[in-house]
């Protein structure tokens, strides 16, 4: 690809050679450097494309890994950020745009009766735990292998890339060097679907603070119903709070989430990514008993026995708070969105699956409501540690620049989304580019 690069994006190279001197981007890993070094750097995004520094239009399939659901630069997001930021831009004092999102949130999802904002999915999540270890007084935190809960070091236990132990009783392993030991020992590790492996948390009841998982996980795109339904059940008779991290999920799926898909309710959810319109934001909504554990107490200095302490400078702040709420009030007044987003994906996943057969190519699709995980594999993965061990990463990341030089833009290692914005004429874009690319590699 160097040459063919080299001369489609001259601009864009020198804005790497400049980024290699001074910059590590944070990622799956350096995003200006691996899988390969030839980034997309924008110039300007709209709707659902973007373009870079050399004049190359791609129809946009990474969506920022999540936020953009209603595609970039929309005009009902960017006419509440202009008239928040003539307001000017606060943070660490009142500001009305946060108490309606906060209303927004707890009216959005009949488990949430009071809301935390935050400036990440992964501070949702470090604050949901911290809640949970507070109640409950107890440290252990029970999770689903390959669940990706951001970057704290109890979230990156056993996910991305990391597993050990047999299938059906994996061991915790750490997500990252540098990341405290004591989170490996502190943490259950189960299979997302497994309704035997779940004994597992009666057996370890009385040392855990939380259950936490994502209710359809964004690696491979399953929804297993009976199982969150078991697993909700035994939550309840073993008095261990559950917590939904829908951070990809939350209103991208549906309004609210996957739990008012299936109509089952954790005692907390993490949000974060669509519910701030692209700025950075996130939320722990949930149970007012476990939110209510970082409000003050009686005590005027601070109560430090019963209280978990939640600070965030630029938690809650106008601007994204503004941006959050208008997005959050046109997906409410559009519902019809999520039915053309469903639609899309099913007919965009059915002409892939049609060119991976007619070709012969062993490849899985598995796409739900604007959410695609495509492998090329012979088996059906349906566990994280089957779909890492029985793909071909190569070939997802050699698809992902193929597909660059026919216009669009597919993360490389990532589920890929689509956004409202996506017209079926850009999806029939999306399929034909696909089809060349297939050919270009078989042909490679
Ligand atoms: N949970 C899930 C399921 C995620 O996919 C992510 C990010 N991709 C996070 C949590 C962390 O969110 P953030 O990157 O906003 O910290």
């Known amino acids: ?14 804005l790497r050679e400049r980024a290699r001197d001074t910059l590590v981007a944070p990622g799956h890993a350096d995003r200006y450097f691996f899988p390969s070094a030839f980034p997309v750097f924008v110039r300007q995004a709209t709707g659902g494309r973007v373009r870079d520094f050399d004049n190359n239009e791609y129809l946009d399939l990474c969506g920022g890994y999540g936020p953009h659901l209603l595609g970039y630069a929309h005009p009902a ?8 930021l003539e307001n000017g831009l606060v943070n660490g004092i009142g500001n009305p745009h946060e108490v309606e ?9 009949p488990s949430a009766e009071k809301a935390l904002m935050c400036n990440s ?34 979230g990156m236990v056993s996910s991305w890339f990391r597993f050990s132990g047999e299938t059906d009783r994996p061991e915790p392993i750490a997500g990252s060097l540098g990341t405290d030991p004591g989170t ?14 779940l004994t597992r948390l009666r057996e370890n009841a009385d040392e855990l603070a939380c259950v936490i998982l994502e209710p359809m996980p964004t690696s491979v795109v ?32 549906a309004y609210g989430g996957v739990q008012n898909m299936v109509d089952i309710h954790p005692d907390l959810t993490c949000l974060g990514k669509v519910i701030g319109g692209g700025l950075p934001c996130g939320a722990v909504v949930g149970r007012a008993a476990f939110i209510d554990m970082a409000k003050s107490s009686q005590d005027p200095f601070y109560d430090y026995e019963n209280r978990v302490f939640a600070g965030g400078t630029l938690s809650g702040n106008s601007l994204t708070c503004a941006a959050g709420a208008a997005v959050l009030r046109h997906l409410d007044a559009n519902p019809q969105l999520y039915t053309q987003l469903e639609n899309n994906t099913q007919r965009l996943a059915a ?27 012979h088996r059906e993965a349906r566990l994280y540690r089957e779909r890492m061990a029985g793909s071909n990463f190569k070939a997802t990341i050699a ?8 216009q669009v833009y597919l993360p490389e290692l990532h589920s890929f989304l689509i956004s409202a914005a996506h017209t079926t004429e850009d999806l029939d874009q999306v399929a034909s580019g696909f089809e060349k690319s297939l050919d270009e590699m078989l042909a490679d």
């Open 399 to 406: 698809l992902a620049y193929y597909m660059r030089k026919h």
């Open 184 to 197: 490996v020992d502190n943490t259950l590790v189960l299979q997302y679907g497994d309704l035997r492996g």
């Open 1 to 14: 690809f160097a040459a063919h690069f080299a001369q489609q994006m001259p601009a864009t190279l020198r």
């Open 77 to 84: 997001i960017n006419a509440a950020i202009s008239a928040s």
């Open 222 to 253: 399953t929804l297993d119903v009976p199982f969150l339904t078991e697993l909700r059940a035994l939550c309840t008779e073993l008095d261990i709070p559950l917590i939904f991290d829908e951070v990809v999920s939350g209103f991208r799926v």
């Open 101 to 109: 999102l906060a209303e927004l949130l707890v009216a959005s999802l």
């Open 121 to 154: 999915g992964t501070e949702a999540i470090l604050f949901a735990i911290r809640m949970c270890r507070g109640y409950r007084r107890r440290n252990k935190v029970a999770k689903f292998e390959g669940h990706y809960h951001g970057f704290s070091d109890q």
């Open 351 to 377: 002409m892939l699956r049609q060119s991976t057969s007619r070709r012969g190519i062993a490849c899985r699709i598995n796409a739900r409501n604007s959410i695609f995980s495509l492998t090329f594999s």
